[in-house]
Protein backbone atom coordinates (compact mmCIF):
# COMPACT_ATOMS: atom_id res chain seq x y z
CA UNK A 1 0.00 0.00 0.00
CA UNK A 2 1.23 3.32 -1.28
CA UNK A 3 1.79 5.83 1.68
CA UNK A 4 -0.44 9.04 2.10
CA UNK A 5 0.91 12.09 0.56
CA UNK A 6 -0.59 15.13 0.59
CA UNK A 7 0.25 16.26 -2.77
CA UNK A 8 -0.88 13.29 -4.79
CA UNK A 9 -3.67 13.50 -7.25
CA UNK A 10 -6.28 11.39 -5.27
CA UNK A 11 -6.13 13.70 -2.37
CA UNK A 12 -6.29 16.71 -4.49
CA UNK A 13 -9.18 15.68 -6.39
CA UNK A 14 -10.82 14.45 -3.08
CA UNK A 15 -10.38 18.03 -1.29
CA UNK A 16 -11.84 19.18 -4.35
CA UNK A 17 -15.05 17.65 -4.79
CA UNK A 18 -15.53 18.67 -0.67
CA UNK A 19 -15.48 22.66 -1.61
CA UNK A 20 -17.82 21.97 -4.26
CA UNK A 21 -20.15 20.11 -2.08
CA UNK A 22 -20.25 23.17 0.70
CA UNK A 23 -20.57 25.66 -2.09
CA UNK A 24 -23.17 24.27 -3.53
CA UNK A 25 -25.37 23.85 0.37
CA UNK A 26 -24.82 27.50 0.83
CA UNK A 27 -26.35 28.18 -2.31
CA UNK A 28 -29.33 26.02 -1.71
CA UNK A 29 -29.73 27.93 1.89
CA UNK A 30 -29.59 31.30 0.44
CA UNK A 31 -32.14 30.40 -2.25
CA UNK A 32 -34.49 28.68 0.66
CA UNK A 33 -33.78 32.12 2.86
CA UNK A 34 -34.49 34.43 -0.44
CA UNK A 35 -38.00 32.16 -1.06
CA UNK A 36 -38.96 32.87 2.50
CA UNK A 37 -38.26 36.88 2.39
CA UNK A 38 -40.02 36.67 -0.53
CA UNK A 39 -43.08 34.48 0.62
CA UNK A 40 -43.15 37.27 3.61
CA UNK A 41 -42.64 40.01 1.65
CA UNK A 42 -45.62 38.79 -0.66
CA UNK A 43 -48.16 37.84 1.94
CA UNK A 44 -47.36 41.56 3.41
CA UNK A 45 -47.75 43.38 -0.31
CA UNK A 46 -51.11 41.22 -0.71
CA UNK A 47 -52.55 42.35 3.23
CA UNK A 48 -51.65 45.68 1.95
CA UNK A 49 -53.43 45.44 -0.87
CA UNK A 50 -56.34 43.62 0.57
CA UNK A 51 -56.02 46.69 3.28
CA UNK A 52 -55.97 49.27 0.86
CA UNK A 53 -59.37 47.48 -1.40
CA UNK A 54 -61.35 47.37 2.23
CA UNK A 55 -60.60 51.12 2.78
CA UNK A 56 -62.13 51.83 -0.72
CA UNK A 57 -64.75 49.44 0.01
CA UNK A 58 -65.68 50.90 3.40
CA UNK A 59 -65.14 55.24 1.65
CA UNK A 60 -67.51 53.99 -1.42
CA UNK A 61 -70.38 52.90 1.35
CA UNK A 62 -69.90 55.80 3.20
CA UNK A 63 -67.50 55.23 5.98
CA UNK A 64 -65.00 57.86 6.76
CA UNK A 65 -62.48 58.45 9.51
CA UNK A 66 -63.12 59.41 12.74
CA UNK A 67 -63.41 62.96 12.95
CA UNK A 68 -62.33 64.07 16.48
CA UNK A 69 -65.16 66.53 18.11
CA UNK A 70 -64.79 70.19 17.87
CA UNK A 71 -63.97 71.50 21.38
CA UNK A 72 -66.81 73.91 22.28
CA UNK A 73 -66.25 77.12 22.09
CA UNK A 74 -68.72 79.01 24.60
CA UNK A 75 -67.46 81.55 26.94
CA UNK A 76 -68.44 81.51 30.00
CA UNK A 77 -68.25 84.39 32.26
CA UNK A 78 -66.86 84.77 34.70
CA UNK A 79 -64.04 82.21 35.61
CA UNK A 80 -64.57 80.64 32.37
CA UNK A 81 -65.25 77.41 33.79
CA UNK A 82 -69.10 75.91 34.77
CA UNK A 83 -68.25 72.41 36.32
CA UNK A 84 -66.70 70.80 39.66
CA UNK A 85 -65.61 67.64 40.56
CA UNK A 86 -67.95 65.96 43.05
CA UNK A 87 -67.09 62.35 44.63
CA UNK A 88 -70.59 60.94 43.94
CA UNK A 89 -71.96 62.25 40.95
CA UNK A 90 -69.00 62.93 39.06
CA UNK A 91 -69.26 66.50 39.12
CA UNK A 92 -72.11 69.33 39.12
CA UNK A 93 -72.56 73.31 38.17
CA UNK A 94 -70.56 75.38 40.07
CA UNK A 95 -72.27 77.80 42.15
CA UNK A 96 -72.90 81.42 41.01
CA UNK A 97 -74.35 83.41 38.19
CA UNK A 98 -73.10 83.08 34.83
CA UNK A 99 -73.38 84.90 31.32
CA UNK A 100 -73.04 81.88 28.45
CA UNK A 101 -71.84 83.14 25.23
CA UNK A 102 -72.25 80.45 22.33
CA UNK A 103 -70.18 80.69 18.99
CA UNK A 104 -72.33 82.10 17.34
CA UNK A 105 -72.81 85.30 19.51
CA UNK A 106 -76.24 83.85 21.38
CA UNK A 107 -76.07 84.43 24.93
CA UNK A 108 -78.06 83.51 27.92
CA UNK A 109 -77.83 83.80 31.86
CA UNK A 110 -77.82 81.09 33.77
CA UNK A 111 -78.21 81.21 38.18
CA UNK A 112 -76.85 78.91 40.32
CA UNK A 113 -78.10 78.74 44.22
CA UNK A 114 -75.69 78.05 46.98
CA UNK A 115 -76.20 74.21 46.80
CA UNK A 116 -75.50 74.33 42.87
CA UNK A 117 -78.96 73.73 41.56
CA UNK A 118 -80.20 76.31 39.07
CA UNK A 119 -82.53 78.73 40.22
CA UNK A 120 -86.32 78.51 39.78
CA UNK A 121 -87.54 82.01 41.20
CA UNK A 122 -85.61 85.01 41.73
CA UNK A 123 -82.99 84.94 44.44
CA UNK A 124 -84.83 87.38 46.56
CA UNK A 125 -87.87 85.67 46.33
CA UNK A 126 -87.76 82.96 49.59
CA UNK A 127 -90.64 80.96 50.33
CA UNK A 128 -90.39 79.40 54.05
CA UNK A 129 -91.13 75.88 54.62
CA UNK A 130 -94.29 77.45 57.08
CA UNK A 131 -95.15 78.53 53.93
CA UNK A 132 -94.90 76.06 51.27
CA UNK A 133 -97.65 73.36 50.62
CA UNK A 134 -95.41 71.06 48.74
CA UNK A 135 -91.76 70.64 47.37
CA UNK A 136 -91.96 69.62 43.98
CA UNK A 137 -88.47 68.35 42.68
CA UNK A 138 -87.67 68.26 39.25
CA UNK A 139 -84.82 65.44 37.85
CA UNK A 140 -82.84 65.48 34.61
CA UNK A 141 -80.32 66.61 32.13
CA UNK A 142 -79.60 69.93 30.69
CA UNK A 143 -83.44 70.04 28.79
CA UNK A 144 -84.41 70.35 32.45
CA UNK A 145 -81.41 72.88 33.61
CA UNK A 146 -82.44 74.62 30.70
CA UNK A 147 -79.26 74.81 28.68
CA UNK A 148 -79.56 77.55 25.51
CA UNK A 149 -82.40 79.62 27.75
CA UNK A 150 -82.57 82.20 30.57
CA UNK A 151 -83.23 81.16 34.29
CA UNK A 152 -87.08 82.58 33.93
CA UNK A 153 -87.41 80.57 30.56
CA UNK A 154 -86.49 77.23 31.45
CA UNK A 155 -89.79 74.62 32.41
CA UNK A 156 -88.80 74.48 35.92
CA UNK A 157 -89.01 77.93 36.62
CA UNK A 158 -92.39 78.19 35.11
CA UNK A 159 -93.87 75.18 37.01
CA UNK A 160 -93.01 77.63 39.98
CA UNK A 161 -95.00 80.86 38.50
CA UNK A 162 -97.84 78.32 38.04
CA UNK A 163 -98.10 76.77 41.64
CA UNK A 164 -96.22 79.94 43.87
CA UNK A 165 -97.04 78.21 47.34
CA UNK A 166 -94.53 75.20 46.15
CA UNK A 167 -90.70 75.09 46.79
CA UNK A 168 -89.83 74.07 43.07
CA UNK A 169 -86.30 73.12 42.66
CA UNK A 170 -84.83 71.72 39.51
CA UNK A 171 -82.10 69.50 39.72
CA UNK A 172 -81.17 69.13 35.78
CA UNK A 173 -77.32 69.07 35.24
CA UNK A 174 -76.03 68.74 31.66
CA UNK A 175 -75.27 65.27 30.71
CA UNK A 176 -76.74 63.58 33.43
CA UNK A 177 -78.45 59.84 33.02
CA UNK A 178 -81.12 58.66 35.67
CA UNK A 179 -78.13 57.02 37.54
CA UNK A 180 -76.61 60.27 38.78
CA UNK A 181 -80.35 61.55 39.32
CA UNK A 182 -80.99 58.76 41.65
CA UNK A 183 -78.25 59.48 43.60
CA UNK A 184 -79.21 63.20 43.77
CA UNK A 185 -82.06 62.43 45.45
CA UNK A 186 -81.03 59.98 48.04
CA UNK A 187 -78.68 62.74 48.51
CA UNK A 188 -81.22 65.31 48.78
CA UNK A 189 -83.27 63.63 50.60
CA UNK A 190 -80.97 63.88 53.53
CA UNK A 191 -80.01 67.24 52.89
CA UNK A 192 -83.36 69.00 52.20
CA UNK A 193 -86.50 69.02 53.76
CA UNK A 194 -88.90 65.92 51.92
CA UNK A 195 -90.85 67.01 48.62
CA UNK A 196 -94.29 65.95 48.31
CA UNK A 197 -93.36 65.27 44.26
CA UNK A 198 -90.66 63.98 42.80
CA UNK A 199 -90.60 63.94 38.86
CA UNK A 200 -88.05 62.49 37.15
CA UNK A 201 -87.65 63.82 33.19
CA UNK A 202 -86.85 60.64 31.31
CA UNK A 203 -85.52 60.39 27.94
CA UNK A 204 -84.26 57.63 26.15
CA UNK A 205 -80.77 58.77 25.64
CA UNK A 206 -79.79 59.01 28.90
CA UNK A 207 -79.52 55.10 29.33
CA UNK A 208 -76.29 54.70 27.73
CA UNK A 209 -75.27 57.77 30.50
CA UNK A 210 -76.10 55.10 32.89
CA UNK A 211 -73.57 52.65 31.70
CA UNK A 212 -70.64 54.73 30.05
CA UNK A 213 -70.26 52.68 27.20
CA UNK A 214 -67.75 53.47 24.69
CA UNK A 215 -69.91 54.72 22.14
CA UNK A 216 -71.10 57.45 25.05
CA UNK A 217 -67.62 57.99 25.90
CA UNK A 218 -66.24 58.48 22.52
CA UNK A 219 -68.94 61.55 22.06
CA UNK A 220 -68.18 63.13 25.01
CA UNK A 221 -64.17 62.72 24.31
CA UNK A 222 -63.75 66.33 24.40
CA UNK A 223 -65.74 67.32 27.68
CA UNK A 224 -63.58 65.12 29.69
CA UNK A 225 -60.79 67.55 28.31
CA UNK A 226 -62.51 70.62 28.85
CA UNK A 227 -63.85 70.32 32.17
CA UNK A 228 -61.07 68.00 33.35
CA UNK A 229 -63.31 65.22 34.73
CA UNK A 230 -61.77 62.27 35.38
CA UNK A 231 -65.15 59.89 36.87
CA UNK A 232 -68.11 59.14 36.55
CA UNK A 233 -70.50 57.15 38.08
CA UNK A 234 -71.60 53.70 36.39
CA UNK A 235 -74.33 50.88 36.60
CA UNK A 236 -74.23 47.40 36.11
CA UNK A 237 -76.36 44.51 36.40
CA UNK A 238 -75.04 41.70 39.01
CA UNK A 239 -76.60 38.47 37.65
CA UNK A 240 -78.95 39.92 35.46
CA UNK A 241 -80.74 41.40 38.67
CA UNK A 242 -78.93 43.42 41.60
CA UNK A 243 -77.43 46.96 40.30
CA UNK A 244 -74.22 47.71 41.45
CA UNK A 245 -72.73 51.10 41.07
CA UNK A 246 -69.15 52.11 40.66
CA UNK A 247 -66.94 55.29 39.73
CA UNK A 248 -65.36 54.37 36.62
CA UNK A 249 -62.83 56.98 34.27
CA UNK A 250 -64.38 59.02 32.22
CA UNK A 251 -61.65 58.20 29.25
CA UNK A 252 -61.91 57.67 25.46
CA UNK A 253 -59.39 55.10 24.10
CA UNK A 254 -59.49 55.62 19.93
CA UNK A 255 -58.49 52.34 18.08
CA UNK A 256 -55.38 53.27 16.37
CA UNK A 257 -55.28 54.94 12.78
CA UNK A 258 -59.26 55.51 13.19
CA UNK A 259 -58.52 59.19 12.72
CA UNK A 260 -56.92 58.26 8.71
CA UNK A 261 -58.57 55.11 7.92
CA UNK A 262 -62.21 54.77 7.48
CA UNK A 263 -62.03 50.87 7.62
CA UNK A 264 -60.37 50.81 11.18
CA UNK A 265 -63.02 53.36 12.38
CA UNK A 266 -65.91 51.30 10.90
CA UNK A 267 -64.70 48.41 13.11
CA UNK A 268 -64.25 50.38 15.61
CA UNK A 269 -68.25 51.14 15.59
CA UNK A 270 -68.79 47.47 14.82
CA UNK A 271 -66.73 46.63 18.46
CA UNK A 272 -68.83 50.07 20.47
CA UNK A 273 -72.28 48.20 19.03
CA UNK A 274 -71.24 44.97 20.59
CA UNK A 275 -69.79 46.43 23.63
CA UNK A 276 -72.86 48.38 24.12
CA UNK A 277 -75.24 45.52 23.56
CA UNK A 278 -73.32 43.89 26.50
CA UNK A 279 -73.96 46.73 28.83
CA UNK A 280 -77.89 45.88 29.21
CA UNK A 281 -78.76 49.91 28.90
CA UNK A 282 -82.64 49.59 28.76
CA UNK A 283 -82.84 47.22 31.65
CA UNK A 284 -80.32 48.88 34.03
CA UNK A 285 -82.26 51.74 33.19
CA UNK A 286 -85.87 50.26 34.06
CA UNK A 287 -83.50 49.26 37.30
CA UNK A 288 -82.77 52.47 38.18
CA UNK A 289 -86.52 53.72 37.62
CA UNK A 290 -87.61 51.13 40.08
CA UNK A 291 -85.84 52.04 42.89
CA UNK A 292 -86.40 55.86 42.12
CA UNK A 293 -89.99 54.80 42.39
CA UNK A 294 -89.08 52.57 45.64
CA UNK A 295 -87.56 55.39 47.46
CA UNK A 296 -90.46 57.49 46.62
CA UNK A 297 -93.19 55.45 47.79
CA UNK A 298 -90.81 54.66 51.14
CA UNK A 299 -91.17 58.67 52.15
CA UNK A 300 -94.72 58.80 50.95
CA UNK A 301 -93.61 61.08 47.81
CA UNK A 302 -95.40 60.86 44.57
CA UNK A 303 -93.49 59.76 41.69
CA UNK A 304 -93.70 60.80 38.36
CA UNK A 305 -91.55 59.32 35.10
CA UNK A 306 -91.99 62.37 32.54
CA UNK A 307 -90.80 61.47 29.17
CA UNK A 308 -89.11 64.99 27.23
CA UNK A 309 -88.56 62.88 24.10
CA UNK A 310 -90.87 61.54 21.88
CA UNK A 311 -88.84 58.32 20.33
CA UNK A 312 -89.46 55.01 20.61
CA UNK A 313 -86.67 53.81 23.63
CA UNK A 314 -88.58 56.58 25.50
CA UNK A 315 -92.32 55.66 24.93
CA UNK A 316 -90.96 52.46 25.26
CA UNK A 317 -89.84 53.03 28.89
CA UNK A 318 -93.42 54.78 29.59
CA UNK A 319 -95.04 51.97 29.15
CA UNK A 320 -93.03 50.25 30.73
CA UNK A 321 -93.24 52.48 34.16
CA UNK A 322 -97.15 52.32 33.63
CA UNK A 323 -97.46 48.47 33.90
CA UNK A 324 -94.85 48.79 37.38
CA UNK A 325 -97.76 50.91 38.47
CA UNK A 326 -96.04 54.26 38.23
CA UNK A 327 -97.59 57.54 37.05
CA UNK A 328 -96.29 58.73 34.04
CA UNK A 329 -96.56 61.45 31.92
CA UNK A 330 -95.77 62.52 28.08
CA UNK A 331 -94.66 66.12 28.02
CA UNK A 332 -92.27 65.73 24.64
CA UNK A 333 -92.27 68.34 21.68
CA UNK A 334 -90.65 67.58 18.38
CA UNK A 335 -87.69 68.85 19.29
CA UNK A 336 -86.02 68.46 15.79
CA UNK A 337 -88.40 70.80 14.53
CA UNK A 338 -87.39 74.42 14.16
CA UNK A 339 -90.10 75.84 16.09
CA UNK A 340 -89.03 74.13 19.28
CA UNK A 341 -84.95 73.95 19.40
CA UNK A 342 -82.39 77.07 19.36
CA UNK A 343 -80.76 76.25 16.00
CA UNK A 344 -78.51 77.73 14.62
CA UNK A 345 -77.05 78.52 17.85
CA UNK A 346 -77.49 75.42 19.87
CA UNK A 347 -79.91 71.80 19.13
CA UNK A 348 -81.14 72.28 22.89
CA UNK A 349 -84.74 73.17 23.29
CA UNK A 350 -85.81 76.54 23.02
CA UNK A 351 -88.28 79.06 25.24
CA UNK A 352 -91.34 77.85 23.13
CA UNK A 353 -90.35 73.83 24.02
CA UNK A 354 -89.96 74.78 27.92
CA UNK A 355 -93.47 76.93 27.84
CA UNK A 356 -94.90 73.43 26.42
CA UNK A 357 -93.03 71.20 28.84
CA UNK A 358 -94.55 73.42 31.81
CA UNK A 359 -97.86 73.16 30.71
CA UNK A 360 -98.21 69.77 30.31
CA UNK A 361 -96.19 68.69 33.90
CA UNK A 362 -98.54 71.13 35.60
CA UNK A 363 -101.70 69.69 34.21
CA UNK A 364 -100.38 66.38 35.70
CA UNK A 365 -99.54 68.17 38.83
CA UNK A 366 -102.59 70.50 39.48
CA UNK A 367 -105.04 67.76 40.74
CA UNK A 368 -102.24 66.03 43.01
CA UNK A 369 -101.04 70.02 44.78
CA UNK A 370 -105.23 70.89 44.55
CA UNK A 371 -106.08 67.41 46.76
CA UNK A 372 -102.73 68.10 49.04
CA UNK A 373 -104.33 72.02 49.13
CA UNK A 374 -107.38 70.33 50.60
CA UNK A 375 -106.49 67.96 53.26
CA UNK A 376 -104.48 70.88 54.55
Known amino acids: MRPFDSNTDEWKHSNVKGRGSASSEGKVGLRGKRKILFSISAVILALIAA ?4 EVIARLSGESPWVRPVASNAKIEPGGRFYAAHPSLGYTHLAGRFQVT ?7 TITNGPDTLRATHPTD ?7 MKAGIW ?16 T ?13 VVNFGVCGYGSLQSLIQFREALKAKAKPKVAVLAYAGFHDERNTAPRNWRKAMAVANNENGLFLLPRARLEGGERLQVDMSEFTYREFPGMRYFALIHSLEKLYNSYEEGSRNNAEVAREILKQFAAVCAENDILFICA ?5 RSTSSMLNYCRQQGMLTADISVDHKSAEYNNLPHDSHPNAKAHREYAKALSAVLKPFLQSQQMKK
Open 51 to 54: FGIA
Open 102 to 108: LGTGYSF
Open 125 to 131: QIVSEEE
Open 138 to 153: IFGCSVTEGWSVNDEE
Open 155 to 167: YPWLVQEGFPDSD
Open 307 to 311: GISGD
